[in-house]
């Protein structure tokens, strides 16, 4: 499968953003579904992961209450909807998939997509 994340840019701290990824491919359905991202100098972290169905969903902490994961099976395309940002959440935000599910693990993930850029002004 290949993945194409967009949405990122420019935004005020408070601010929102939604990224979207879209999946090539009708596998999509049997992916569980994950976002990370890498802040200058700092290596990659977990952000969400959703299940193939939906129905379970994990955030590191940091974004907890902030950020939602969804997905749309039908237009083959995960979400991250990313309110109250902050400076911090500055960061390249990747996309990926994984056949065993969701998982905290981007060692677990088989696919990536290229990134796309957050930047959060203060």
């Known amino acids: 499968v290949q993945l194409q994340a967009s949405g990122g840019g420019l935004v005020q701290a408070g601010g929102s953003l939604r990224l979207s990824c879209a999946a090539s491919?009708?596998?999509?359905?049997?992916?569980?579904m994950g976002w990370f991202r890498q802040a200058p100098g700092k290596e990659r972290e977990f952000v969400a992961t959703?299940?193939?169905?939906?129905?379970?969903?994990y955030y590191a902490d940091s974004v907890k209450g902030r950020f939602t994961i969804s997905r749309d099976n039908a237009k083959n395309t995960v979400y991250l909807q990313m309110n109250s940002l902050k400076p911090e959440d500055t960061a390249v935000y990747y996309c990926?998939?994984?056949?065993?599910?969701?998982?905290?693990?981007?060692?677990?993930?088989?696919?990536w997509g290229q990134g796309t850029l957050v930047t959060v002004s203060s």
């Open positions: 990926a998939a994984n056949v065993g599910g969701s998982s905290r693990s981007e060692d677990e993930y088989d696919y």
């Open positions: 491919g009708r596998a999509f359905i049997r992916y569980g």
């Open positions: 959703i299940s193939v169905s939906g129905g379970i969903r």
